[in-house]
Structures are given as C-alpha cells and as structure tokens.
C-alpha cells in the first residue's frame, strides 16, 4: 500500500520513474510540434534536461545514502546545466522551484507538496520574460491550483491527491487549443504541457507501486550540437545504409492519378525502397524514394506520364563525405577549445550558436572567439554555454543565441556565472546575430553597446526555406508532407513545391519600401549555380537593393534570406 509520506529515497524513485516515462514517449511529444519543420526537438530537449538531472540522482541512488538535500540538488543543479531549448529550461525551473520546497524535510506531505508546486509554477514564470499561456506554464500552474485546492480541504490520502493533480493537469492540457490558436489550426494539445504530464504519470506509477526499470540510457544531443560526446567514427562508418539512391522526380501527368493508383504506385516504391513521399496535386505527382536502383522507380513513374526535375544522389558516396568532414571537425573543435583559452585576458569576447562551416567562418570573420554548434535542430545545453564562457578569456563576454529556442538556456547561464560579466544579446535568428556583432563599437561601453546591439536586430527580417515533415494547416496555408516552406519571424509565408519560387514569394512577404539590403546564405544541399542564380532573380526584383549571396553550409534550411 501506498505510503501517505515521501521520504528521500521515495523521492528519488519517483523523480527516476517521471524522466524514464517522458524518455519513453519523446519522439510522440516530438510529434506534437506545431511548425511542420524537420526539428522537432521538444521532446528531445525535454528529455535530456530531465536525464541529465536523472543521471546525477541515480549516481546519488546507488551510494546507497540518500538524503532529501542533497537529492534536491542533484535534480535542481543537474536540471539546471542540462537544461536546452525553451521547454528544457521551463521543466528545470519548475524543478528547481519544487526542490526549493521540499530539500528542508526530511519527509513530505501533502501540504508540504502543494507549496512546493506553487514555489515551482513562481519560479517558472519568473524565468520567462513574456509568459504565455496555453503552455507548460499553464499546465503546471492548473496542476499547482488543484494541489493547493486539494491541500486546503484537508485531504489526506496522498495516492489521491496525487492522482487527482495529475487529472486536472490533463484537463488544462486538454484545454491548450483554445488558449493558442495555432495548437487548434494544427489540431494538437502543447507539447511541453504534455512532456510534463508524462513526467507526472510516471511518477505516480512509481508511487502506486508499478514495476519500473530504472536503468538509464545513455542520453545524448543530436548529432553536432554543442558539446556533445565524441563521435564513434568507426560505428558511423560501418553504419548499413540499406537503400544508396536519394531519388526523386515530379510526374506530369497524363493519365488519372486517383486514390488507388496512387495507392499502388507508393506499394511498388515500398518494394524497391523506403522514405517514400507521394504527394499528388492536380497534374504533377512530386516523388521521393530511396531506392538501390532507381530506374525501377522511374520505368514505373513513366506509366503516368513525363518526368522533370529529377535528381538522384549517391548516400552512400555522401555518407562516407560526412564522415570525413565529422572526422575533420573534431580536432577543430579542439583546436578553438585551445586556442580561446590560450589567449591573454582581454575586455570583451563574443560567443555565436551557429550551425554551417559557412556561417561558422563569417562569424569567426567578425571577431566571434567562441562558436557553439547548434541551431533549430540541435539546442545547445546551459552546460554548453558555461563550457564556452569558461573557454572565452574575457571580462565581458556577448552571447548570441541566433535561435528564440536558445535564449532561455543562455539566459540562464548568465544567472550561474559570477567571475565575468554576461550580456545575452536576444538574436532569434543568424541574420540577427550577424547584425549585432557587426554593430559593435569597441569605444563604446558594454552597456551602451548592448542598447545599440538591441534595437539594431530589431531592423531585420528574416525567412528561412525548409520542408514539411508531415501534412498539416497553419496559418491559412494548406501544407503537405514534403513541400517546401518559407517561414518568417511571425510565421509561414510561403508554401509550394519548388525551393526557388518559395523564397522569392517569401521575400516578397518580408519586403517593405524602406528595405535596402537583401542578405542570402545558402545551405548544404544548395549548389552555386542555383544560388546565383536565385540571386540574379532577386537583384532583378528589387533593383534598388543590395543583394549579397554567401555559402552558409547550414542544414535542413536551403536558404536563409535577411531583408534590413
């Protein structure tokens, strides 16, 4: 039976059970995400906020000697520097509040808990400058309500109590749609309110008695943000890729498309290959497979009609290329570990997140000592920021998260340094970054030029052109899994099925009369000759502009446009 107190060693189990559920059901919350974009990374960033607190718990755990301090100090501290993303850092504020609460009892209760969860939801506001609701904030401060409620009629029954905060946590959840509208356009509940819901669950399971492995995971970043553990090379090399050819056409039909011979078109692409994206509007069917033998595919696409815009790239050959240029970044990522901290103490240093040996090197360019791999796809952690301040030997050191996912774990890196002055420059986006740095005046004093910094980002559009993982509605767009989207600082403004006619309608969306400058910086899979080309259109559109093209490198985006 279940106790009605919690006891450090309960505590523990409870906190283990919450992170193993949410880990079990991130790629699901991953799902929930609202943009169509190939990131998300709420789940994920979730999840390696609550593992990095579980790791330090259950090393705590096994000594065999638990006490409800030094317990609340593994999860607050833990949570804090491993904290990324937006939702990661919400979740350890949370934390960090709630074990406020609790570390001076050496058993708690319910009254104990229900302030806990109010010392929790306050901490957690206060971390947000502009709090929104129809968030995991509001999920946490419905569930702190309810155990407040709860607490004061006298309950006594902890199972109970804990069952029914967990209730009104779902009811609040279930609610989020009609607090933001674009969960409801997107049709899904937040997903950080139902990360955290996850952690509840499991937690009460834990309680109740439920047989739960504890064993953790390894939990890891994405591959290439901040500093992640070493790469195994050998693993990535022996990696199996099954299928070699990215293949993909657009059919111009000539012959009824409908419904079952769509159906039989993508069964004969899953007999020759897998990743397939069929996706049929009006006259044209735009196709993608990977395939060993892509003649197959097409010999079948020819039945329907003409085939354009085909291209087919060797993974295989691309693979072992990664592999190479990972092999490479390593040691440069050393070499920069090296040399920043090498350096003699000067006034002022810069740390970027950035993500593309393009936009890596324009930074370093402008000065930038300390580059932070990272961006929309890969958060870097609080620790990340406090392993590149240590390595930046400087009084004041600028941070620029270049990313709006990215400011909260930099914001709160800046709470947890006390030997040097940090000035988080709030860039939501690499053209933003790119303006600050540019706009910085040695003369001036770091305050002032923090004034300036600011209200110059404030000058700059930016639209970025990536592809929709899966078929959705937002803002007044029909989206289908695979097109191409052009999204903006306040939303997506383009849709189509071709990248160069999406960025120019983007454009056309950002563009103002007092506009002078146009900024292009092309990713990875863009070649020159496209890029070139897309610029000509663009300098040709808009005449009285500059229009500047750089290779950026970046992934996932193709194109990454400012517009000042």
Request: proline share 3%; charged share 25%; hydrophobic share 40%.
């Amino acid at each position: 039976m279940a106790s009605n107190t919690i006891d450090a060693g309960m505590m523990a189990q409870l906190f283990l059970a919450g992170a193993k559920n949410l880990e079990s059901n991130k790629e699901w919350i991953n799902e929930l995400n609202v943009f169509p974009v190939p990131d998300g990374d709420t789940g994920t960033n979730m999840t390696l906020t609550i593992m990095s607190a579980a790791k330090e718990v259950a090393a705590l755990r096994s000594t065999g000697d638990i006490d409800m301090q030094s317990l609340c100090k593994a999860i607050s501290s833990g949570s804090l520097r491993g904290a990324r993303g937006n939702s990661g850092v919400i979740l350890s504020q949370l934390f960090r509040g709630f074990t406020k609460g609790v570390k001076e009892y050496d058993s708690i209760t319910i009254p104990v808990i229900a302030s806990a969860f109010e010392k929790a939801v306050e901490t957690a506001y206060k971390a947000v400058m502009k709090p929104k609701e129809g968030t995991i904030l509001t999920v946490a401060k419905g569930a702190s309500a309810k155990a407040r409620e709860l607490a004061d009629s006298g309950i006594e029954d902890l199972a109970a109590f804990l069952e029914q905060i967990i209730a009104r946590a779902e009811e609040v959840l279930a609610q989020t749609p009609e607090m933001l509208p674009v969960l409801k356009q997107a049709g899904v509940v937040d997903s950080g309110g139902q990360g955290l819901v996850l952690v509840l669950k499991g937690a009460y399971d834990a309680f109740m008695g439920k047989e739960i492995d504890y064993t953790l995971t390894e939990a890891s970043a994405p591959s290439g943000s901040g500093r992640s553990a070493g790469i195994n090379m050998e693993a990535q090399a022996n990696a199996d890729i099954r299928f070699g050819y990215c293949t993909e056409f657009i059919i111009m039909l000539n012959k009824v498309f409908n419904i079952k011979a769509e159906m039989d078109f993508k069964a004969y692409l899953e007999s020759i290959g897998d990743s397939i994206v069929v996706v049929a509007d009006d006259d044209v069917v735009k196709v993608h497979v990977h395939t060993n033998d892509p003649g197959l595919a097409i010999q079948r696409a020819l039945k329907y009609g003409a085939l354009s815009n085909m291209k087919i790239d060797n993974m295989r050959l691309e693979h072992q290329e990664k592999l190479f240029k990972m092999s490479q970044k390593e040691p440069a990522q050393i070499r920069q570990e090296t040399e920043t901290k090498d350096q003699p103490r000067k006034d002022v240093g810069f740390i970027a997140v950035s993500v593309g040996d393009g936009i890596n090197e324009i930074f370093k360019g402008l000065g930038v000592d300390y580059i932070i791999e990272g961006g929309q796809t890969m958060n870097p952690s609080t620790e990340d920021m406090l392993n590149a301040i240590d390595r930046v030997n400087a009084d004041n050191i600028y941070i620029l998260p270049n990313n709006k996912n990215i400011i909260l774990a930099a914001n709160q890196a800046q709470t947890l340094v006390k030997d040097k002055k940090i000035i988080v420059i709030p860039t939501k986006t690499v053209p933003q970054g790119i303006t600050a740095v540019i706009n910085y005046v040695p003369d001036m004093t770091a305050e002032e030029n923090a004034r300036v910094m600011n209200e110059e980002i404030k000058n700059v559009s930016t639209g970025q052109v990536t592809y929709a993982v899966r078929d959705t509605s937002i803002d007044d767009k029909e989206i289908k899994q695979g097109d191409f989207m052009g999204i903006g600082d306040s939303g997506i403004l383009s849709v189509g099925t071709a990248i160069s006619e999406v960025t120019m309608e983007m454009i056309a969306e950002m563009m103002t009369d007092e506009r002078e400058l146009i900024s292009i910086y092309y990713g990875s899979e863009i070649t020159d000759e496209d890029a070139e080309s897309l610029r000509s259109r663009i300098a040709g559109r808009y005449p009285s502009c500059d229009v500047e093209l750089q290779y950026g490198g970046q992934p996932i985006y193709y194109y990454i446009v400012s517009a000042e």
